[in-house]
């Protein structure tokens, strides 16, 4: 079955750096877009940064432009969220999906930015 495990989350001080992971199984993992989101507290959920399956250009939120860089690999199987210059306002919990004609969504991992 389709499997998405996040890992790399915790507690970073402002200013600091992060990289999630996201390892996907169970589906053809270079046939499908691959998002980061996020959620904090008392928000809605909200498109971090996307990467499209084959050629094209990334996207990101205005609010990580210049701080956050997506990418991945497809000899592994994994999708990366690099994320720099950390704010409190990144604290949330972050999901990785994997998109094509149904969209997947793995547990979340939790990145708290806080001194």
Partial sequence: ?????????GLVQPGGS???SCAA?????SFYDMSWYRQAPGKERELV????SVGGS???A???KGRFTISRDNSKNTVYLQMNSLKPEDTAVYYCT?????MYWGQGTQV???S
């Fill in 49 to 52: 940064a996307r990467i499209p």
């Fill in 1 to 9: 079955q389709v499997q998405l495990v996040e890992s790399g989350g």
């Fill in 25 to 29: 199984s169970g589906f053809t993992f």
């Fill in 112 to 114: 708290t930015v806080s």
């Fill in 98 to 102: 994997a998109s094509r004609r149904s």
């Fill in 58 to 60: 990334t996207n990101y």
């Fill in 18 to 20: 992060l990289r999630l």
């Fill in 62 to 64: 205005d609010s990580v």
